[in-house]
């Protein structure tokens, strides 16, 4: 259930990004809010930097504090750039399509794919497609290569209990450095995950999907475990030095 107060400073905030700079009269008729709320509003998002005052004629408008709420979208882009051409060379050397996401709100986003670079893609794209994050293999390597108080929090927000049986489950993808997806019986594809971690901080995470007539969920962990590791370790690196 949103929070209305809540709602209605975001209302503010999207109604001032849309130009300039605005009045009153403008932001209570462009959110159909009362003057006496915008005028309260406006007060608090000026006391916490978000909003200042032009001028009586002129209005409010935003600050730059408000790209700061834009700093993990960007931080998304710079992965992504430094992600790319490691990920690019492992599907050359490889074969199969590798994806990268990152958390988003009870999902995984896939933020870059080399699925149309690969020979063996069953797909040309997967960009922006959501991940399930307790059963696909990039949200259980997000889970279990978090802290311990990410994780109860992401499943907090899941509406998932933290019993033993998956605090058992993370305990064995760390160990083995990598993540399965789950799939039923008859599924055709599979995927492996890893993470991309620095500092104790997951930054985002690798899946490699391939077709279980191809191999086994053990035969490609035997055989691509250690190699989309090091392709993760080789980000966060890179990560670290740019």
């Not at 001032?16 to 005028?39: C, D, F, K, M, N």
């Not at 992504?80 to 050359?92: K, W």
């Not at 999902?107 to 040309?124: G, H, K, V």
């Amino acid at each position: 259930m949103a929070i209305e107060p809540v709602r209605r400073s975001f209302a503010i905030l999207e109604a001032l990004s849309q130009r300039p700079h605005a009045t009153i009269a403008v932001l209570a008729g462009e959110t159909s809010l009362p003057r006496p709320t915008v005028v309260r509003l406006l007060g608090t998002l000026v006391e916490l930097g978000y909003v200042t005052q032009v001028s009586r004629s002129l209005g409010y408008r935003l600050t730059n504090r408000v790209l700061a709420l834009a700093q993990g979208i960007r931080f998304i882009d710079h992965l992504v750039d430094i992600a790319a051409p490691h990920m690019q060379h492992f599907t050359q050397d490889h074969g199969w399509p590798l994806y990268l996401g990152s958390i988003s709100h009870r999902a995984i986003t896939i933020r870059y794919s080399t699925a149309a670079e690969s020979p063996l893609s069953f797909e040309r794209t997967a960009l922006q497609r959501r991940s399930p994050i307790l059963s696909g293999a990039l949200g259980r390597a997000w889970l279990a290569f978090s802290t311990e108080e990410e994780r109860r929090a992401i499943l907090r927000d899941l509406g998932v209990r933290y019993d033993a049986k998956l605090a058992t489950a993370f305990a064995r993808i760390r160990r083995d450095g990598h993540a399965f997806s789950v799939v039923t019986r008859t599924a055709r594809l599979q995927g492996i995950a890893v993470a991309i971690h620095r500092n104790e901080r997951v930054l985002g995470c690798i899946s490699m999907r391939f077709t279980r007539s191809a191999m086994t969920e053990a035969a490609a962990g035997e055989r691509y475990g250690a190699p989309l590791t090091a392709l993760a370790r080789a980000i966060a690196f890179d990560v670290a030095n740019e």
